[in-house]
């Protein structure tokens, strides 16, 4: 393994997801000028998160699956016209 290659500077910091106001401690070396004290009374640096686990759809079960079926229905839909369109220009008759 190469030397040096992993930051220094892990330390505990507090990250809160701005959504809904959860928050959890691990490592980590990103930098924030935010502080925050956690619940056993230390202060700790703060990162905001836009969106966790506590607020992401696929974790809180509020997922919302594509019709791919009807997507593909509708694609080959198209497709169809188009063909017959080709069909009657290249025979010389006008589609009503």
């Not at 220094?8 to 070396?29: I, P, Q």
């Not at 997922?63 to 069909?87: N, P």
């Not at 290249?90 to 009503?96: F, L």
């Amino acid at each position: 393994m190469k030397a040096d290659t992993h930051p220094k500077n892990y330390r505990l910091m507090v990250f809160r997801d701005s959504a809904s106001g959860e928050s959890f401690l691990t490592k980590s070396c990103a930098s924030t000028p935010l502080t925050a004290t956690w619940e056993d009374g230390k202060e700790h640096p703060l990162y905001l998160m836009g969106i966790s686990g506590f607020t992401h759809p696929f974790y809180t079960g509020q997922q919302k699956f594509v019709d791919t079926a009807g997507r593909v229905d509708k694609f080959q839909q198209r497709a169809a016209r188009t063909a017959e369109m080709q069909a009657a220009k290249a025979s010389g008759k006008k589609k009503a």
